[in-house]
């Protein structure tokens, strides 16, 4: 028998890269890149084109399992769902729909967020309804509200071969984005396009760069006012053009003054010609764009981190024209559909907020129900939610698609108040993971090619994945799940829906009119097609490669913030105690809490176990040496790693790549979220990731 192709999009990053796999004889035997797929041209990572093993791997969650005297027992879907829904009534009826909270990952699709925000925001009534988005790309969405009035990444990827400057900030293209980084590489050796890398270590990334900015870590907020300041100082903002479309220069300005290169160099580390050196590439670009990521967002300071690198692309007017702008890559496959759907607890359906009352009362009445059952409050945030599980607040949590045992800071505290929940439902594809093995409930899930639905990538394209094999056993499409608890739990008249596409179509007519506009959208267009880019209002409209291109912002006056934010060290301290800042990040053969690419032989093989990387000159100091084991401690706990040297780091900062729990065969306590801060940027909420303080010793 031969192989049949099916176009399909990437379920790892939000790059959204096209891909054909096959299929032979029910199992999907290759991946690989679509040929002429506007993204990666038939380019891929190592990532997708591993993952056949991961459909079969023998850990496929195939039944719902309840727990019994401590044990997980499979049982039938109806016995499954009736006991959840029964549950969930109960503590609705004596807690209030505040006490449930439901907590989801990034790579569900866009019909699935719709669903759940229906049931819990309408029918349930109540905002607690998060996605792992809070941990990733929170920051990104609240930078572009605040500088350009709405979450609406404007430029394009087409913009890469047009740019004649790259600014990669916090972003290590080389390990998490591959392909994009393929593109970047290309068009420098192309175009001879000038790169500056923002990051505090040397990252594969900054191996491409003509300026490193090594900055300490957490000090971008200043970096970017010591740039801002000398292109003030040097002529390079045309101050009549930049009020014409953009708010703030006066405050800006008087803010800046007071970062000159000699303050900027003695807060950030960067020698003063390097700033210098920066800021007028930045100035005699043709067209800037900027990259940046969790360098950025794993942050105290991350929205104001999005928001000054903002200001440096509108002091310059590198925006809303070929070439030039931010580039926002998204985490996870669907990000941008999640965020789009308003799968955050402050979010509602179509770019809207629970705030505003105009929002609320749109979404009502399209859904039919009187505006007061939207509750006005924002709910509360995934961090906010494992608080009120140890304080009784949060009685039950559903957990769909994301692995928050492992993912969320200070794992201790978080499994603790997962075991506080009177009901914790998982709904996972594989078993154990770090949260099914806590499990009350488990859903077993299809995944990727076994459910059909659309993802939207980092540059606003919609596209259809579709189910090409049968999930294993008795597991079923997330969204079928949720409509059957829906209605299990009273809600039948609300959710009646048999299949993705039916949601689909209600979902897309409560974003008419706005930046997320997908009414030209169907599946039928979508089908072995190139989705095309949102907005996409009507069925002959070919899609928006970029947005503002007029330069009129969705802000009252019509122009973009320019934000004069001030700096604040990071929020987990650094004493006698505890000397080295840690930094944790990514590895090219892990994908997060690793619970698909951990089941790859092949991507396994490359990325083992965890480790600790330590500049040799500390590692003198502690008298540690190459491949010995080292006792890491923070504030919050302590465990150990064998000692990698490398002096890509600056001395004082350590690094641990974070993808590795317990579930899996590297055994306990390898998960660097054990000892990592629970600081939260106050505006996004996302956590600090990027900066704990830590103390090193040698095990002997
Ligand atoms: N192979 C692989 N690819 C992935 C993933 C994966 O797990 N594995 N995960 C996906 C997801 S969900 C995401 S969100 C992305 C994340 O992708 P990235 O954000 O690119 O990856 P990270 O390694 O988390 O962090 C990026 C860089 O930020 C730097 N950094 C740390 N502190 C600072 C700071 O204060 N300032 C600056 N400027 N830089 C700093 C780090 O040194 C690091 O090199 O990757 C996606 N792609
Ligand atoms: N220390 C530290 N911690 C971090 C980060 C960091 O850089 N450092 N990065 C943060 C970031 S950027 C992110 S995005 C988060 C990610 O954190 P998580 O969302 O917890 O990570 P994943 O491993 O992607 O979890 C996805 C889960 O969904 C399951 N799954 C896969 N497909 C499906 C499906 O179709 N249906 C269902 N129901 N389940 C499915 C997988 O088996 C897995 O358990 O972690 C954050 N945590
Ligand atoms: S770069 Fe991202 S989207 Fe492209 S193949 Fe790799 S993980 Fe998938
Ligand atoms: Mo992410």
Redesign the pocket.
Known sequence: MSIQWHKSTCP????GCGLMVGVEQGKVVKVKGMEDHPTNKGKT???PANYPPIFTDKDRLKHPMLRRDGKLVPVEWDEAISHVASVLRQIIAEHGPGAVAFYGG?INLTEEYYLMNKLMKAAIGTNNMEC?TR???ASTAVGFVSTLGADAPPACYADIEKADLFLI?????A????VLFQRVRASKEKNNVKVIV????R?A??DIADIH?Q??????VP?NHTLAHILLKEGFVNEDRVEHYASGLRDLKALVEKYPPSRGAQITGCPENQLIEAARAIGSAKAMLTF????????SQAVY?NNTLHNLSLLTENFCRPGAGPLS????AN?MGNRWVGSLAHLLPGMRMVANSQHRKEVADFWKIPADNISQAPGRSIMDSIKGLHTGDIRALWVMTTNPAASIPNTRWVTEALGKAELLIVQDIFHPTETTLLGDVIFPAAQWCEKTGTFISAERRIELVQAVIDPPGEAKPDYEIIWLMARAMGFEKEFPYTSPEEVFEEFKKITKGRLCDMNGVTYERLRGNIGPQLPCPDADHPGTPRLFTDWRFPRPDGRAALLPRDYKA?GDTLDEQYPFAL??????????T?TR?GRSPQLNKMAPDAFIEIHPEDALKLNISEGQEAEISSRRGSFRLPVRLTDRLLTGTV?I???YGSALWVGEGKSVNLITSTVCDIHSKQPE???SAVQIRPVS
């Open positions: 790892y990053c939000g790059f990572c190592i990532l990034a792992s941990l990733c790309m900030a916090g972003n290590n293209m390990v998490s984005v591959p923002i990051d505090p270590r990252s990334t900054a900015l900055l300490k870590p957490g000090t971008d970096l940046w990521f969790q360098g950025y967002n794993h942050s981190k890559i998204t985490g996870e990000a990071p930094i944790t990040g990514r590895l090219a053969g892990q994908f997060n690793r690419t690094f790549p974070w993808h990731y990027k900066f």
